[in-house]
Structure formats: C-alpha cells, structure tokens
C-alpha cells in the first residue's frame, strides 16, 4: 500500500477565543490548485463518513459518494488520499478538531500518513482535549498560535489571483469529435511492448480548445470517482476506442501523468502508442492511479477500473452523456 514513510508531524493550532478573524483565514486559505484545502467539519456529527465527505466537499466534488455502502468510510477517505495525492494538496487545515471524535482524528492522521499532508488541527480552546491528545500520543505533534499560522498573511499575493473554476453550463451539450471512435467491437489485449509515440506515429487526436478544454475538466472534476472521471479525458485525449483504453494498467501510466500507452497488437486502429497527455487531464489520471496504489498497490491492474469495488456506476458512454459530452450529431433534415 502508498504510504509516505516520513510524513511531518501534526500541528496543533491554539484560538482560544474562537477568534472568527483565524475562522475567516483558515477559509481564506483554501485553495486546492495551490495546495492548500481548509475543511470545517459538519456541526453535530461524530460520524468519520461524514468528515470524509466534507473533504470532498472542500475538493469541489459530488457527495455522498455512490457505488458504496452507504455506512462503510474506508472507500470514501482512500478516494480522498488519491485526490490529495493527484493535486497535490500539502497542507490540510481542520477547524474545530477539539470536537472530532477518536476514529475521525484516527482517520485524519491515517489519511496524513498515506499522502504526507501537513495536517493542522484548529483547538479552539487552550489546550488539546483529552481525545485529540491521546490521538496524536503516539505521533507526537508541534503546537502553534493561530495569530502565527492563520492569518492575511498565509493567503495569496495580491499580484497572485486564484483561478476561478469555469462557469456552470452544464445544461449545453458539449460535441467533441474524439468521441467518434469510441465504439469498438475488437480485441486489443495489452502486452508488454514499448510502445512509439503518438508523434513518431504521426498520429494527432483532436485538440481542445482552451476554453472547451476548461469547461470540459470542470465538468469532470465533479466526480468523486478518479476512475470514471480519468477514463473519459483518456478517451478525450487519445481518441481511442473502448478496447484500446481497455489496455491502459497504472503502470502504463507516466509517474507525473504526462503519457498514457495504449496497446493494440492487432494494429485494429493506431497500433501500441505512447499518448501526451494534455494538462487539463493530467490530475484525473494521476487521481485514477493513486487509487489503485493507495487500495492494492498493484500496478499491473487496469487504470480505469475502479479498485475499491463499486457498483451500480454508469458506463463510460452513459457518464459522458451524463455529463453532457457526446460526439458531434448529424444534422437534422
């Protein structure tokens, strides 16, 4: 299993006065693209699910997550190690940690050593409680002045602004022509070849355009599921068929998700290739590979099957309509 074998100790950060000027920093702070995600855990619940999905919350995606029972966290913070992990996030801020309960800090300090996030645990009150200081006995922790980590400080430069996400169409159809050779009916077992490259090939897949290629990844970035969503932008990417991104193992994927190989031994439609993969899809492929690691550690299984067991998810067409992407229509007479 991906583990991080040094991760940093947690800090704990003291606001005594529950001061809401640390609460509004903390918040402020926030900013996945930079690696910075602040989480304030639901009022009332001592439930590790629901701290779980406020992570994903944080990360912009749809909870609760489906294809799992429904009582069962463990899915939910392995998807939510991988997404860290695909950011990537380096610094997790938990307001309101006096009040989680033992197995939501449990998890928490699991989820800091499978991705080696700095986790600071906001204490609004003097000192730790009993329970998150017997959580961190065995980790050890630094200790921290909210007036020294939270403040306007830690936020972005004015010279910096943050990216804001696209706009939410949803509602309009997108028609990508890479969705046209999706369909397949033949065989491509993957194979242990080194594949050439999609330019030595003089193969070229459709480009997205910037602006379509910004709506289309925030459509994705929904999705809790790494799999699904890192199947449909290989697809767009590559403009493979079914069976050619069928072939696709996490070790036929780059370390820094850059290329994807797709096998074809029959040479049915490109032949074995090594794909670039364009920015915008990088994170998904990334997030689809940490799955597998973080649940198996195996890295001869297929990328774009899901490691953790769903069921009841759509299929990669039915996703793409779901989400409003299909391939261009013909013209009505």
């Not at 890295?299 to 069921?311: H, K, N, T």
Request: hydrophobic share 40%; aromatic share 4%.
């Amino acid at each position: 299993m991906l583990t991080c074998p040094h991760p940093p100790p947690p800090v704990v950060v003291f606001d005594p006065g529950d001061d809401v000027a640390h609460t509004r920093a903390a918040l402020a702070m926030h900013h996945p693209a930079a690696g910075r995600v602040t989480i304030h855990p639901t009022p009332g619940t001592e439930s590790t699910l629901a701290l779980a999905h406020n992570l994903l919350d944080a990360l912009g995606k749809t909870t609760p997550v489906t294809g799992y029972r429904a009582t069962d966290p463990a899915p939910v913070w392995t998807l939510a190690a991988a997404w860290l992990l695909a950011l990537p996030v380096t610094r997790l801020t938990v307001l309101r940690a006096h009040l989680l309960s033992p197995r939501a800090l449990g998890d928490l300090l699991a989820l800091r050593v499978r991705t080696g996030v700095r986790l600071y645990l906001v204490c609004h009150q003097p000192r730790p409680s009993a329970v998150l200081e017997q959580a961190l006995a065995r980790t050890g922790y630094d200790m921290a002045d909210a007036d020294a980590v939270l403040s306007q400080d830690h936020q972005d430069p004015p010279h910096a602004p943050r990216t804001r996400p696209a706009a939410a169409d949803t509602s309009e159809w997108i028609s990508l022509p890479a969705l046209t050779t999706l369909t397949s009916y033949e065989s491509s077992p993957a194979c242990a070849c080194t594949a050439p490259t999609a330019a030595e090939r003089g193969f070229r897949p459709p480009t997205l355009p910037t602006h379509i290629a910004t709506r289309v990844a925030h459509r994705l970035d929904r999705t809790a599921h790494p799999h699904l969503a890192a199947h449909l932008a290989a697809a767009l990417g590559t403009a493979a068929s079914t069976s050619q991104l069928d072939t696709a193992r996490v070790l036929d994927l780059a370390l820094d998700g850059t290329t994807l190989t797709l096998h074809d031994r029959h040479n049915v439609r490109q032949g074995c290739t090594t794909h670039p993969v364009p920015a915008w899809a990088q994170p998904f492929l990334r997030a689809a590979a940490f799955t597998h690691l973080l649940a198996t550690a195996e890295r001869s299984s297929r990328l774009f099957a899901d490691p953790l067991g769903a069921r009841g998810l759509p299929s990669l067409r039915d996703f793409a309509e779901h989400l409003r992407i299909r391939p261009p229509q013909p013209r009505l007479r």
